[in-house]
């Protein structure tokens, strides 16, 4: 069964950092995209980053340079480490795979950056 789930959001003063964790289960993370999607009220999800399979990166205009994304092949995790953060960052955090066509998500993950 193919799960994901994040973990490591909370609040943070602007400024601060975080480190986001996706743990995969029931599939190899490392055979596909992995990608870090963000929602703030009122808002459409937005995708932030991601990792393809062979380790190539990228990432939204307004992360680049803050956010770092990375992937754990032998615990077939993913993370988002998150510098510089602001009031705009505060959103709820989801990773994400397209696993054989289907999309899979987590539950997703509060960031709030408040001071």
């Known amino acids: 069964q193919v799960q994901l789930v994040e973990s490591g959001g909370g609040l943070v003063q602007p400024g601060g950092s975080l480190r986001l964790s996706c743990a995969a289960s029931?599939?190899?993370?490392?055979?596909?995209?992995m990608k870090w999607y963000r929602q703030a009220p009122g808002k459409e999800r937005e995708l932030v980053a991601y990792?393809?399979?062979?380790?190539?990166?990228n990432y939204e205009e307004s992360v680049k340079g803050r956010f770092t994304i990375s992937r754990d092949d032998t615990g077939n995790t993913a993370a988002l480490q998150m510098n510089s953060l602001t009031p705009r960052d505060t959103a709820v955090y989801y990773c994400?795979?397209?696993?054989?066509?289907?999309?899979?998500w987590g539950l997703g993950t509060q960031v709030t950056v408040s001071s």
């Open positions: 029931g599939f190899i993370l490392s055979r596909y995209t």
């Open positions: 994400n795979v397209n696993w054989w066509g289907t999309e899979y």
């Open positions: 990792i393809n399979s062979v380790g190539n990166r």
